[in-house]
């Protein structure tokens, strides 16, 4: 009989909140609701992202949690960090993914493999939001099998030139640099791929082209084109053949703010039907007295307050060294499926109302959309879920 080992440590499974995290999160909830909401409004529609946004947020430390205090941090952790996402989440599923493009995805992975002067040239500007930052490693024909990349990097001289296509990087066609997962030696598979730092503004043979997406209007993904590029080999990112190591680290970290994203989509549906069942009459009552009603509102509750203390403590322990690679692609599950279905639900329950063009709800059904595709499908989180637990 197989029995599964719980963390020792129950002891630690809990946490309390710092002045610093409680003030992050207010922070976050204030300025998502008097800045980001405004201009979401106008901007939406018509596909703008507006790069002061991100100087804003770096500013007021929503990049800051993750690095020591010399690079600009300000000891909020992993946990500020998710309060500030989901925070960011309730108002705008595309701005709140800032975070995970400026430091928990480019900024921890140079500080962590970085050499001191990649660290110096582009941690403190990715946390103050003075660099925009991206990360890809997605191709057209390389998404959840990262190995089918085509994307070489050959070595000439003190030089490297690249060649290749990545697409849907976040923010790419925006962005001043980013890492980038390539080949060095395809022939010895994923123990051949590298990770590069790029600057992409001074960089010839870049081309960025914007995809139209179904949602997350306002920080838009791009198809990132190399051609012939040539760059320093101070741009390589560790060693030589270590990126796949690298990537799936890095992934670790970017999957739980995609899941603390999701949590706050799930959160806005939840005011939002609350707010409705509680005016909307029909049958002569509040719609939020008809039992099935009711039900679909504990359900929606129940379901994203398991998402949210899994979230929680699965960022408090990475904040204390502790965890268990289960935890984040188990987070990112739970936190994805109920996002997904709490829109569903929201446009269900505010029946006729949920369809006009203007309304939020559309955009937490398109936004939501993309929670069970990026930083690993349903299928694959499964796959990684089912091989730790049997191996
Ligand atoms: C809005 C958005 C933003 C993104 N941002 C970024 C970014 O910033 N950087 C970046 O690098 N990428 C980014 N991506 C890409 C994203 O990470 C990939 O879409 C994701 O990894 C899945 O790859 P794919 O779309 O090619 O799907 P595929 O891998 O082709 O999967 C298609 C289907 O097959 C299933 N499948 C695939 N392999 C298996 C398997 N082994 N076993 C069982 N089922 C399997 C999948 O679960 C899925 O249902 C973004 C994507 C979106 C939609």
Redesign the pocket.
Known sequence: MVILQFDEEVANLFFELTEEQKEIKQRARDYAEKRISVVQEEDYDKGVFRPEIVKEMGELGFFAGVVPEEYGGNNVGFLGTVLCVEELGRVSASYCMLPT?QTVGPGLTILRHGTEEQKDKYVRGLVSGDIIG?????EPDA???VAAMKMVAVEKGDRFILNGT?T???GGSVADMGLFWVYTDKEKGTRGISCFIVDLKDSPGISTHLIE?LG?HCCR?SEVAFQDVEISKDCLLGNKGEGYGILMETLGESRLCASTRALGLGHACLDDCINFVKERKQAGQKIGNLQLVEARIAEMYIEHEAARMLIYQVAANKDRGIGDPLDVPTAKYVACEAAVKAAETAMEIFGSFSFPLNMALRRYMNDSR?FP????????LK?IISRTLLR
């Open positions: 493009s991206c990360f890809s490693s997605t998404g959840s099998d990545k849907w990087a976040t997406e997350l993904a993309c595709i990026t930083e690993g499908t349903r299928n694959i796959l």
